[in-house]
């Protein structure tokens, strides 16, 4: 089955700070892939996807680019803000699941 | 829109006592629900998933007779932990299915004593 593997955290930055959140995959054939966020007391929202190679996700500043090459989907934001401090969550959905697979969670802490 | 809620967000009980805790999607109808466990550090496991007015489906390990669910409108799925031990405590996320994208509940902490 599908595995996700995503740093750990917590990753601590400084507001307008540039922002990576590695994530790697293993599945058969070609996943979609998923970054989910995590509020604090909220449910996960889906912040961004990519259903196929090269693809890139983006939203609210965000950005993810689906590659094939190296197993990877890495989060990225050039200026993270206070407001962006939260758990992001990996994930993979092989076959048209609509069950993702999902990694552990990376915790970020924005300070002002 | 699509909006899902949990009751209760927390929940301590005594060890062999059962918890009910409920799932709602406020403004749509969910056919299918699922049920997640997340345990510190750890990334969500699929415990089951719910099938408005049929049985769930539970994934390999997980006990049916210990985590009942029940799915008897198209807005609500309960999730029953029966006789419930130190073991069980863990955070439990549920999620309603519309068009193809799960939207999560916020989740509930549950601290078995």
């Known amino acids: 089955g599908d595995s996700v593997t995503q740093m750990e955290g917590p990753v601590t930055l400084s507001e307008e700070a540039f922002l990576t959140i590695n994530c790697t995959y293993t599945?058969?054939?070609?996943?979609?892939l998923f970054w989910y966020v995590q509020y604090p007391g909220e449910g996960l929202q889906l912040l961004l996807k990519?259903?196929?190679?090269?693809d890139k996700g983006s939203n609210k500043g965000f950005e993810a680019t689906y590659r094939k090459e190296t197993t990877s989907f890495h989060l990225e934001k050039g200026s993270v803000q206070v407001s962006d401090s939260a758990v992001y969550f990996c994930?993979?959905?092989?076959?048209?699941?609509?069950?993702?697979?999902f990694g552990r969670g990376t915790s970020l802490i924005v300070h002002p | 829109g699509a909006v899902v809620s949990q009751h209760p967000s927390r929940v301590i009980c005594k060890s062999g006592t059962s918890v009910k805790i409920e799932c709602r999607s406020l403004?749509?109808?969910?056919?299918?629900m699922f049920w997640y466990r997340q345990f510190p550090k750890q990334s969500l496991m699929l415990m089951a998933t719910?099938?408005?007015?049929?049985?769930?489906?539970?994934e390999q390990g997980v006990e049916k007779d210990k985590f009942l669910i029940n799915h008897a409108s198209l807005t609500l799925s309960t999730l029953t932990v029966t006789s419930a031990h130190p073991e069980d405590s863990s955070f439990y996320i549920c999620?309603?299915?519309?068009?193809?994208?799960?939207?999560f509940g916020p989740g509930t902490r549950l601290t078995v004593l």
């Open positions: 999620s309603a299915l519309r068009a193809s994208e799960q939207f």
């Open positions: 599945a058969t054939g070609y996943p979609s």
């Open positions: 990519a259903t196929k190679a090269d």
């Open positions: 994930a993979s959905a092989s076959g048209g699941s609509y069950i993702p697979t």
């Open positions: 403004d749509f109808q969910a056919t299918t």
């Open positions: 719910s099938n408005e007015g049929s049985k769930a489906t539970y």
